[in-house]
C-alpha cells in the first residue's frame, strides 16, 4: 500500500463525517424548529464543498508537483455526487412529502430548482462513468464528458445564488472559490503556476 | 380625521373555543364514560363553560409559565405587560413554544442565520426608546415609549405569523390595537399611508454593516391607511405574557397577522404618515418577489416556491407539520372587504 491509498483510507472516513453528524443531529432532534430546511441546505453545501475539493485537485497537483493527487480525485467527486443525491432525497421527502405534482411544478416553474435539477443530472452522468472499465470504453471521449463537471459546479453556484433572499456571501464565496479553480486551468495561469 | 373603530373582528364561534380547551381536547376526552358525547364534536366541549374556565384555569397560556425569560426592559414597563388582559382574539391551533418563538427569527439586522437574532440581539438596548412621529399628522414629535404606551391597557393576542418562506408559527404577543396607538397623533386627511422604520444603529446592529445585501437599512415598512387601523392590526410590546425578547423586535413591533411576517417591523423608532404609497425595504430590494401589500395568499406564489402550503413550527421529519395556507392567513373575514376588486395576483 502506498502513502496515496493510506491517505484515502483516511480521508474516506473523514468525507463521511459530514454525513455522520447530520445523521446523528436527525436522530438526537437538534436540527431546530425547521428541520427540514435545514437539513436540505447543509446536505447540498455539503455537495458544493465537495465539488470545490474535487476541482482544486488539478490546479494543487499543477502547484505541488505531485501528480499522484489525482487519485484522490474520483473519491472526492463520488462524494460530493452522495451529498448532491442526499439533498436531492432531504427535499423530496422532508421539504415536498413526496408530492410528485409540486416537484413538476417546481421543475416546470422555478429556476432555481432547474438548474439544480441539471447539475445532478450531470453529477449522476458522470458517477455512473468513473468506473475504470467506463474509461477504457469512453477513452478520449471520458475526459471530454468530466468536464462537464465545470458546468455541474456552475449551476449549483447558480441555484444557490438563486435560493437566496438577501445576504449573498455564502453564494457568492463558494462562487468565487470555483471561477479561481477554473481560471487556473486556463492555459497561461497554469504555465505561471509552476513556478 | 375620522377612525372607525367599529369591531369588525368580532370572533366568530368556531374561534372562540379557547385555545387551551382545544390542546387540552385529547386529555379531555380521555376522561370517558360522562364525556362520550363530547366525542361528537369539539363544540360540545367548547359550548359548557364551566368545563372550559375550569381547564383554562389550569393551563393558561403562556402568560403564566415560569419559563419565559424576562429581558433588559424598563420597570414600567415589564409591570405594565405583566398586567395584560386576555382578548377575544385566539385562535384553534396549538401555540408554537416559546423557544421556537424567541429563537427561530428574521431580524437580518442582526444576522442571516435564523439563530443569529437571539444571539446577536440579546443587549439591544431598548431603554431609553422614542419614536419620531412625522408627515400628514396634527401632533407631530419625538415621543418616548412610555409616553406613548401611558394611556393604553394591553391585551393578549393570539395570532397565526406565517412567513413569506412558507412556514408558520402561532403567537401569544401582549400589545394593543395600531389605531388606538395612531388616533393620538391625529393624522390628516392626507394622511393615505402610514410609514414604520426600524432602529438604524450598524453598531449594535451588525448585519447592517454586510456588504453583500441586497437589503437598504433602515428596514422600511408600510401599511394603507385603511389596513393600519383595522382591528386585527396590532402594536405589541409583549410576547408570552413578558416584554417583548430583542429578537422578535423589541421594545415595539408591529402584527399585521393576515400578511407575510415581513410586514411585522421590529424595533420600530420612526412613524411617518405620507399621502404616497411608502417604498418599502422588500418591495425596492425585489419587487417582481415582494409586494406592497404581502398578503397571505397560497393561490399567489413566489416566484421561486409555492405558497399553497406552510410548516408550521416546530417540524419534525418524521411526522412532518405540513398545512395547508389559508387565504389572509385564515383573517379573511376580517380584511378581506379591504381588497375588494382589487386583483389580488396583481398587488401581491
Known amino acids: 500500500m502506498d502513502w496515496v491509498a493510506r491517505t ?55 502547484i505541488t508537483g505531485v501528480n499522484k493527487l489525482i487519485r484522490f480525485r474520483r473519491m472526492i467527486g463520488l462524494f460530493a455526487l452522495l451529498y448532491a443525491l442526499l439533498h436531492v432525497i432531504a427535499y423530496l421527502a422532508f421539504m415536498l412529502g413526496w408530492q410528485w405534482l409540486t416537484l413538476l411544478e417546481d421543475l416546470y416553474k422555478r429556476p432555481y430548482i432547474i438548474v439544480g435539477a441539471m447539475a445532478v443530472v450531470i453529477l449522476v452522468a458522470l458517477g455512473i462513468t468513473s468506473t475504470k472499465p467506463m474509461m477504457r470504453r469512453l477513452g478520449k471521449n471520458w475526459v471530454k464528458l468530466h468536464k462537464l463537471v465545470y458546468l455541474a459546479a456552475s449551476l449549483a453556484v447558480l441555484h444557490f445564488l438563486w435560493l437566496v433572499k438577501s445576504d449573498y456571501t455564502e453564494p457568492v464565496v463558494y462562487g468565487l472559490t470555483i471561477l479561481s479553480l477554473l481560471i487556473l486551468r486556463v492555459p497561461g495561469f497554469k504555465k505561471a503556476l509552476r513556478f | 380625521m375620522l377612525i372607525r373603530t367599529k369591531n369588525r373582528s368580532d370572533v366568530r364561534s368556531s374561534e372562540i373555543t379557547s385555545e387551551t380547551v382545544y390542546q387540552d381536547r385529547r386529555r379531555f376526552l380521555k376522561k370517558g364514560g360522562q364525556f362520550a358525547l363530547a366525542g361528537l364534536g369539539l363544540t360540545l366541549v367548547g359550548c359548557s363553560d364551566d368545563l372550559t374556565q375550569t381547564i383554562a384555569a389550569k393551563n393558561t397560556p403562556a402568560s403564566t409559565d415560569v419559563n419565559i425569560p424576562q429581558f433588559n426592559a424598563p420597570q414600567w414597563l415589564q409591570q405594565k405587560v405583566a398586567a395584560h388582559t386576555k382578548s377575544q382574539f385566539l385562535t384553534e391551533d396549538a401555540l408554537t413554544p416559546y423557544p421556537t418563538v424567541a429563537g427561530y427569527n428574521n431580524f437580518y439586522e442582526f444576522g442571516y442565520g435564523k439563530q443569529d ?26 415621543y418616548t415609549l412610555e409616553d406613548i404606551l401611558k394611556p393604553h391597557d394591553l391585551e393578549e393576542r ?19 390595537s395600531l389605531a388606538n396607538m395612531l388616533k393620538r397623533f391625529q393624522p390628516t386627511s392626507k394622511a393615505k399611508y402610514v410609514e414604520f422604520h426600524t432602529l438604524y444603529d450598524p453598531e449594535q446592529m451588525p448585519g447592517q454593516r454586510s456588504r453583500l445585501s441586497s437589503i437598504e437599512y433602515p428596514y422600511v415598512e408600510g401599511l394603507r391607511i385603511d389596513e393600519a387601523i383595522n382591528p386585527l392590526t396590532f402594536m405589541a410590546v409583549g410576547l408570552y405574557g413578558k416584554t417583548l425578547p430583542p429578537q422578535n423586535g423589541a421594545p415595539l413591533r408591529l402584527v ?23 417604498r418599502t425595504t422588500w418591495v425596492k430590494s425585489g419587487p417582481s418577489e415582494y409586494g406592497f401589500f404581502a398578503n397571505v395568499n397560497p393561490n399567489v406564489d413566489h416566484p421561486r416556491w409555492s405558497q399553497a402550503m406552510e410548516r408550521r413550527l416546530p417540524d419534525t421529519l418524521w411526522e412532518p407539520n405540513r398545512i395547508e395556507t389559508r387565504m389572509f392567513n385564515g383573517y379573511e373575514e376580517e380584511v378581506a372587504h379591504l381588497y375588494s376588486g382589487m386583483d389580488l395576483s396583481k398587488y401581491y
Not at chain 1, 468525507?15 to 447543509?42: E, W, Y
Not at chain 2, 431603554?127 to 407631530?140: L, T
Not at chain 2, 399585521?256 to 411608502?278: A, D, L, M, N, Q
Open chain 1, 8 to 62: 484515502k483510507l483516511l480521508i474516506f472516513p473523514l468525507c463521511l463525517a459530514p454525513l455522520g453528524f447530520l445523521i446523528q443531529a436527525v436522530l438526537s432532534n437538534t436540527l431546530g424548529p425547521d428541520p427540514a430546511n435545514t437539513l436540505t441546505r447543509d446536505l447540498g453545501e455539503w455537495a458544493l464543498i465537495f465539488l470545490c475539493a474535487g476541482l482544486a485537485i488539478t490546479p494543487l497537483r499543477t
Open chain 2, 117 to 142: 437574532p437571539a444571539e446577536h440581539a440579546k443587549d439591544l438596548i431598548t431603554d431609553p426608546w422614542s419614536v419620531i412621529v412625522e408627515g400628514a399628522v396634527e401632533k407631530p414629535g419625538t
Open chain 2, 158 to 176: 393570539i395570532y397565526r405569523l406565517r412567513c413569506v418562506e412558507a412556514w408558520s408559527m402561532v403567537v401569544p404577543w401582549v400589545g394593543y
Open chain 2, 256 to 278: 399585521v397577522p393576515w400578511k407575510y411576517g415581513f410586514k411585522s417591523i421590529k424595533s420600530i423608532v420612526r412613524i411617518r404618515f405620507t399621502e404616497t404609497i411608502p
